[in-house]
């Protein structure tokens, strides 16, 4: 897509490099990972709707959703990223017990590549790591669907979880356990038709606790059926076999090989102000990322107050690294595809500006790999001295696309 475009001067010669930042959503999960949406189009309709202009695909383990989300971004006039989201461990800080972005988890820490190469073609042994790591992620999976049985049978609710139905019905290939907490919650239905008998079976499925959500409230069970069924201390818990998950610096090969840029996912403050191990001191945190050779950061931005987003976004934006941010949209519950903060807080200007230059970066990285050199070259280092420059492509690529 990228070979029919105008030369680089062209594109910078007809942009307006004094128009206002457009709206951006760099972080959405679509059905082939897991997702809110039904389909790529609805998400896409959605962002029309709302006015976002520039939407990242950022399924878990697959790229498989590139073709359909550039046919789809073409057709709406939107500027399409493509990323991806693996969850990767660092060794040292799970024998410290430093808890990164995964709040459970000493050393697992999540990790998106933004802006890979369209078409994608991951050269040996990047393309058989990622055919692994999801495989092993649907293997985990199908223990997780047998445990689930087993706690099934033994409260005699009449009916199981067939896993090849929930991969052939409910999934693009890709596996979650989301998708199982669906395919209970639809069995439930099913199977119990009086709303007494449903909220009955739950508080037996979930040792004597009650069903705290509305019961017509899908997302909300769903997410009981997690908490209470498939997390650590459920029932239905399986831990991840440690094969499952690469080391963070073969995360970061896998993703430069894949044409992209090694991104951080900020978890940042939760509802009540706190801060993971790793995440609390952002002046160490960049410190860290910088000798990691990790530039790129991102956040979703309903997890967030306001005030720490500006202050993190803000920090490490003048600290040199690219800065986006999202909605992920990989829960049942549909959200908005506009970005706000935590409690529907909008977001100032400070931080639309930080979110559409770092899209920009991205963009023009896809742009200028497709001929060869990016952003960040193979080991990882950063163009940073010209960042300003590929903030002035990227607008007027994204222009060129959204006006055409």
């Known amino acids: ?28 999960h679509t059905p082939y990972s897991f997702s809110a949406f039904t389909d790529i189009p609805q998400a896409l309709d959605m962002a029309v709707k709302e006015n976002v202009k520039v939407v990242g695909i950022n399924d878990f383990y697959s790229t498989e959703g590139y073709k359909d989300w550039a046919r789809e971004c073409a057709a709406r006039k939107l500027f399409p990223l493509f990323n991806i989201e693996l969850i990767s461990l660092n060794k040292s800080d799970q024998q410290a017990g430093i808890r990164v972005n995964d709040p459970n988890n000493p050393g697992r820490t999540y990790l998106s590549g933004k802006g890979l190469s369209f078409a994608q073609k991951l050269p040996e042994p990047y393309k058989s790591q990622l055919i ?56 439930v239905v099913a199977h119990y038709k009086s709303l007494d008998a449903q909220k009955a079976v739950w508080e037996r499925l979930f040792g004597g606790k009650p069903l705290k959500s509305p019961i017509e409230n899908a997302a909300a069970v769903e997410n009981e059926v997690r908490g209470n069924l498939l997390k650590a201390g459920g029932a239905a818990f399986v831990p991840e076999d440690p094969k499952a998950f690469l080391e963070m610096d073969l995360v970061c090969d ?49 997890r967030n107050s306001v005030e720490v987003l500006e202050d993190y976004a803000g920090y490490f934006y003048n600290q040199g ?63 940073m001295e010209n960042r300003a420059s590929y903030e002035a492509l990227g607008n007027a690529l994204i222009q060129y696309f959204t006006k055409r």
């Open 132 to 187: 692994e790591l999801r495989q092993e992620s649907n293997r985990h999976a199908a223990r997780m669907c047998s445990a689930l049985n087993c706690v099934l049978a033994e409260h005699h609710v009449g009916f199981d979880i067939s896993y090849t139905e929930v991969e052939r019905n409910l999934t693009r290939g890709n596996v979650r356990e989301r998708h199982l907490a669906k395919a209970l919650r639809e069995k």
């Open 254 to 302: 896998l993703i430069l090989h894949a044409g992209g840029i090694p991104t951080y996912p900020f978890l940042a403050d939760d509802a009540k102000g706190e801060f993971t191990d790793f995440e609390r001191d952002k002046v160490k945190v960049a410190e860290i990322l910088k000798q990691r050779n990790i530039w790129s950061i991102e956040f979703i931005t309903t």
């Open 321 to 383: 690294f690219v800065v986006t941010f999202g909605t992920e949209h990989n829960t049942p519950a549909m959200e908005p595809i506009e970005l706000f903060a935590r409690n529907s807080t909008p977001l100032t200007p400070v931080l639309l500006d930080i979110n559409y230059k770092g899209a920009c970066v991205v963009a023009a990285h896809q742009y200028l790999k497709a001929e060869g050199k990016g952003y960040v070259d193979v080991s990882g280092k950063p163009d």
């Open 1 to 28: 897509m990228w070979e029919n475009l105008p030369s680089k001067s062209d594109l910078l010669d007809i942009a307006d490099p004094g128009a206002a930042p457009l709206k951006v959503n760099a972080h959405l």
